[in-house]
């Protein structure tokens, strides 16, 4: 039984770290990858959200992507970045423990994602791309950013 695609076309994915998972987004949907990590805190915000950052005069919310996969918030370091991305006109900020690379998922590669991926629930993802050494979790980005 063969499984079905579920990606018509070769894309290309920035990958990086959360916890112990590897993901992608699909290149389209990021807007910039900051190293600024000053964020401030948004007190009575929702858990998952770290804070708001200051991009060029306009504030940016950032959500813990850890916490909002449901993984244990860890301390900022040097290695995390903000992948700036947007939803609706909206910028938001997705706080990543390290970006990995850029790359061109190749479609035969590509299949639907199963009922979880390292324990986070396969509801957040688009698809899983296989790659030689790793798999890569592809953010279904509206899911993660609803409420």
């Known amino acids: ?53 200051n991009l060029r005069g306009q504030l940016l919310t950032v959500i813990d992507l850890r916490r ?9 370091d040097s290695n995390m970045r903000v992948v700036v991305v947007r939803r609706d006109g909206v910028e938001v900020g997705l706080l990543v ?14 299949e639907p994602p199963p009922a979880n991926v390292a324990g986070v629930g396969g509801i957040f993802f688009s698809a899983v791309y296989k790659m030689e050494t790793a798999l890569a979790a592809v953010l279904d980005l509206d899911r993660v950013l609803e409420k």
């Open 1 to 53: 039984m063969t499984v079905p695609r579920i990606e018509a076309e070769d894309r290309d994915l920035v990958l990086f770290r959360s916890g112990d998972l590897l993901c992608g987004i699909d290149v389209a949907r990021v807007q910039e990858i900051n190293r600024n990590l000053d964020i401030t805190v948004v007190h009575r915000a929702p858990d998952y959200v770290r804070g708001v950052l």
């Open 68 to 76: 909002k996969l449901g993984m244990e918030s860890v301390s900022i």
């Open 97 to 110: 423990d390290q970006i990995v690379d850029i790359i061109t998922a190749d479609s035969l590669n590509t």
